[in-house]
Nanobody, 131 residues
């Protein structure tokens, strides 16, 4: 059974940091891209960042570029999202998702964003940034 389990969310003050983890099981990382999405109340889901497990290619949405860093530990089947200089507008439920890396990065190249139709999704972790 494929599972993606997020952890690391919580409450932090503006300007603070959090590190989210996404632990994957039931499939091997090879040829998959792991992405982070977020959804705030009343807003559309936003693709925040992703990393290709095969070659380490990364993508960041403009809204988080320079503040968030994605990394992976393929031996542990885990992807991390280091979030620094957090802002109240970063408040959202953060989800990790996985899909074929070629499809994901083709989508980024053509649409300029992560595809919403990822193959596997976690249940999310809440990040709240207070002002």
């Amino acid at each position: 059974e494929v599972q993606l389990v997020e952890s690391g969310g919580g409450l932090v003050q503006a300007g603070g940091s959090l590190r989210l983890s996404c632990a994957a099981s039931g499939f091997t990382f090879d040829h998959y891209a792991i992405g982070w999405f977020r959804q705030a109340p009343g807003k559309e889901r936003e693709g925040v960042s992703c990393i290709g497990s095969s070659d380490g290619r990364t993508y960041y949405a403009d809204s988080v570029k320079g503040r968030f860093t994605i990394s992976s530990d393929n031996a542990k089947n885990t992807v991390y999202l280091q979030m620094n200089s957090l802002k109240p507008e970063d408040t959202a439920v953060y989800y990790c998702a996985a899909s074929n890396d070629m499809i994901v990065f083709d989508s980024i190249a053509t649409m300029g964003r992560l595809p919403y139709g990822m193959d596997y999704w976690g249940k999310g972790t809440l990040v709240t940034v207070s002002s």
